[in-house]
């Protein structure tokens, strides 16, 4: 990363970033990243449209910062949900469960991120933009890794079903990212319960049948 980018990724004490950003996953998450008006997220902060640009060069470079936050975290929540559970198939219920377990606003994010996914196949013209871009690669990247070692060791201890690693890791993360094409916080299901189903199906996909609820 380039000492500019990471200047711009900064939050000093009178820093907008963080607001603007709030409010950029407010309006993207309920009304769409299209039909949002760059000028509409300035009115919403209180600043002036021009004063968005010395933090953001444009809409697109503000939704792949948000995209590549939301790698940020979701990387981090496996990370710390993974590194204390006690066996492999632990593993595999807690990565799912920090997967969910999130704010309304982060949910926001994550229909984002999955709504714009393509936006990370193409090199953008922008300079920012094409930074932020190659770093949500590279965290979409480390992500696939991480859920692919930990398949990966679940098979070597005999544990999982001996398959393709990185495509049992693929198809983790689609069944697990899947949920925010259609949850919403005021929905019949809480995330908790969610996290409860998928995180079956999960076992289910890796081989090892999960016990009933009560034997957990």
């Not at 902060?45 to 933090?55: E, K, M, P």
């Amino acid at each position: 990363m380039s000492a500019q980018t990471a200047a711009d990724r900064s939050d000093g004490p009178r820093s907008k970033r963080r607001v603007i950003l709030d409010a950029a996953i407010d309006k993207f998450g309920r009304d769409g990243f299209e039909p949002t008006k760059w000028a509409s997220i300035a009115d919403e902060v209180g600043i002036g449209q021009t004063a968005l640009y010395h933090y953001f060069e444009s809409k697109a470079h503000c939704l792949l910062t948000i995209m590549s936050l939301e790698l940020e975290r979701s990387l981090s929540k496996f990370t710390i949900a993974t590194v204390v559970a006690p066996d492999h198939t632990g593993r595999l219920r807690a990565a799912v469960a920090g997967a969910y377990d999130v704010s309304p606003r982060e949910a926001l994010s994550a229909r984002i991120l999955l709504a714009h996914t393509d936006l990370l196949a193409t090199e953008r013209p922008a300079r920012r933009e094409e930074a932020e871009r190659q770093r949500a690669r590279t965290l979409v990247r480390a992500i696939e890794d991480a859920w692919a070692s930990m398949a990966q060791k679940g098979m070597d201890d005999g544990i999982f079903a001996q398959r393709d690693a990185r495509q049992t890791s693929f198809a983790l993360l689609a069944l697990v990212n899947s949920v925010w094409r259609w949850y919403r916080p005021d929905g019949s299901r809480s995330l908790a319960e969610i996290a409860e189903f998928i995180a079956d199906a999960c076992v289910r996909l890796v081989g090892d049948d999960p016990a009933p609820a009560s034997e957990r």
